[in-house]
């Protein structure tokens, strides 16, 4: 059974700094790329970042790039988000994907709050 727990969240002040995690289970998490999405009330889903099954490749959403980087440790099945710099608009749920041509995988999320 495929899990991703998300964790991390938190409220952190405009300028902060935050690093959410994603731990997964039930596949074989290094064969895969994953993302982060997140998605702010009335808003669509959006993707954030993207790494390669082996951490060598990596993609940014142009409102993030520069301020966020996206990591894995295969070892521990884990991926995560640094985010730095942190904007009001960066604040939303943050959710982590696996995905293959088959099936895609979401886990429950975790709150990004960006408030003074």
């Known amino acids: 059974q495929v899990r991703l727990v998300e964790s991390g969240g938190g409220l952190v002040e405009p300028g902060g700094s935050l690093r959410v995690s994603c731990v997964a289970s039930?596949?074989?998490?290094?064969?895969?790329?994953m993302k982060w999405y997140r998605q702010a009330p009335g808003k669509e889903r959006e993707l954030v970042a993207t790494?390669?099954?082996?951490?060598?490749?990596?993609m940014y959403a142009d409102s993030v790039k520069g301020r966020f980087t996206i990591s894995r440790d295969n070892a521990r099945n884990t991926v995560y988000l640094q985010m730095n710099s942190l904007k009001p608009e960066d604040a939303a749920r943050y959710y982590c994907?696996?995905?293959?041509?088959?099936?895609?995988?979401w886990g429950g999320g975790t709150q990004v709050t960006v408030s003074s």
């Open positions: 790494i390669s099954s082996r951490g060598g490749s990596t």
């Open positions: 994907n696996a995905q293959s041509v088959s099936w895609s995988y």
């Open positions: 039930g596949f074989t998490f290094s064969s895969y790329a």
